[in-house]
């Protein structure tokens, strides 16, 4: 950062004085302006028009004996006490005065004066840069209180640069001593150091002599100020990156829920056919044990087509989790429908089959409670697993309602044949939780329904 504002400023700079001294050189070059005989008045006319088409404030001739002539003053006045021509002719080279107060524009000026082709017997022509260019140009350095300090401790009371001493002032402490400051200056070395300014903050000084001028570029860097930003700046960055990630993360994630949403679905129903029996301490384990079940399931076939009830399997191992997590008293219906034999040996098993579906249907609907668990057991055979009572008087009460509205009859139209159910009930208790148990002592309890005349309901007793 610090090399880049020095490259920047400095040929900022330089373009400004280059393009005064190509001035100078393509006018020193002019026949004209090289004929001797020409008294210097008579040579400005000359100059003139450069003055005007490059907006130069005064430009000027001067002779060897230090009469000069400008176009601000067009008679010869004696010039010879100012140092800057004298140097610029004995040392044949560009020389550029210190700041000179200008009476045209009541501002501050550079001179800039060269030979006349390099030639002692020629004199020298000059002209005048604007303090407020060079300003301009110097802006892109930073403003730090180091470089101030001695900017303006370089100026005398006439705003004239004093000598370069002034940077051994005590107040400024540097990485190099005194001794070696001054011998980079005298020299004109490019150099660096550090020092600490009146606010106690780290900066480095780097010091480099223009090219073709009398002077030092100061560069100047603040650590403290560098670093804040810097910082400032990567948590401005990190505090974007964190919003941009969340924004993403969440349209990213409304796209995969959409994705997943009808898996999720499928997840949360496939278990009231295949529930989870044991929680796995590893989900993945647990879900893919799940899938597995499902696609068995699938082999398998849940439920009956005929009557879309759950087939036996299916039926035993949910009323078998159900007994396992609810404690309260359950009722076991084995429910057997009276007369299929008859109506198949008589009708046809067309006729049969639509007494199953219809039968199937009224017990369905009759078990309308979705913790109710309904399957069918065999051909003519159907179970439910209920907890839709609160004593023996309510189920029997369920039991004999259920009774009624499964009493029906088929007919092809010449002969009616009724059917009616048979029904055996296994009531739990703290001894009989199994569903196989259940299911066999529900089946025997038919056996005395179908004794009594069948068409009506019997407990299990336990002989």
């Not at 004929?35 to 005064?58: G, H, K, M, V, W």
């Not at 993403?248 to 999720?264: E, F, R």
């Not at 009557?307 to 078998?320: D, G, P, S, V």
Request: contains cysteine; hydrophobic residues 35%.
């Amino acid at each position: 950062m610090l090399t880049r504002n020095q490259t920047v400023t400095e040929n900022n700079v330089l373009t400004i004085v280059s393009k005064h001294t190509d001035l100078l050189t393509a006018i020193s070059n002019d026949t004209v302006m090289q004929d001797l005989s020409l008294q210097l008045p008579q040579r400005i006319e000359i100059i003139r028009p450069y003055q005007q088409a490059f907006n130069i404030e005064t430009l000027g001739i001067s002779d060897m004996k230090g009469n000069a002539a400008t176009t601000y003053r067009m008679n010869a006045e004696n010039i010879n006490y100012r140092h800057y021509f004298q140097q610029a002719i004995q040392e044949k080279r560009l020389t550029i005065s210190n700041l000179i107060y200008s009476p045209i524009s009541n501002s501050y000026v550079y001179i800039i004066c060269k030979p006349f082709n390099n030639s002692i017997n020629e004199g020298t022509i000059f002209a005048s840069v604007s303090y407020a260019d060079i300003n301009h140009a110097l802006t892109y350095q930073e403003n730090t209180s180091i470089k101030n300090n001695i900017l303006n401790d370089c100026k005398d009371t006439s705003n004239n640069c004093k000598n370069t001493n002034t940077l051994k002032k005590n107040n400024i402490y540097s990485s190099l001593n005194n001794e070696q400051i001054s011998h980079n200056i005298k020299n004109k070395n490019t150099f660096s150091y550090h020092v600490i300014n009146n606010k106690n903050q780290l900066e480095i000084l780097s010091l480099h002599p223009l090219k073709n001028t009398p002077w030092y570029l100061v560069t100047t860097l603040n650590y403290n100020q560098y670093l804040k930003d810097r910082v400032l700046f990567m948590i401005i960055n990190i505090c974007i990156s964190v919003i941009a990630s969340i924004a993403i993360g969440y349209y990213l994630m409304k796209k995969v829920s959409i994705i997943t949403s009808p898996i999720d679905a499928f997840i949360k129903e496939s278990t009231s056919i295949v529930p989870i029996q044991s929680p796995s301490k590893n989900s993945n384990i647990d879900i893919n044990h799940h899938f597995k079940n499902i696609i068995n399931t699938t082999k398998d076939g849940v439920y009956c087509s005929r009557t879309n009830l759950l087939n036996r399997k299916y039926f035993i191992q949910h009323a078998n989790i159900t007994i396992q997590k609810r404690h309260q008293n359950l009722a076991l219906l084995f429910i057997d429908l009276d007369n299929l034999k008859t109506i198949n040996d008589t009708l046809g098993h067309y006729y049969g089959d639509d007494v199953i579906s219809i039968f199937a249907q009224h017990v369905k609907s009759f078990f309308n409670n979705p913790i109710d668990l309904i399957g069918r057991f065999g051909g003519d055979e159907f179970i439910v697993l209920t907890s839709g009572f609160n004593n023996e008087t309510d189920l029997i009460n369920i039991l004999e309602t259920l009774i009624s509205q499964l009493n029906g009859s088929v007919s092809n139209g010449d002969i009616v044949i009724p059917f009616s159910a048979s029904i055996g009930v296994a009531v739990t208790d703290n001894q009989t939780r199994d569903i196989e148990q259940l299911i066999n002592n529900a089946d025997q309890a038919v056996y005395d329904s179908k004794k009594k005349g069948k068409n009506c309901y019997s407990f299990y007793v336990n002989h």
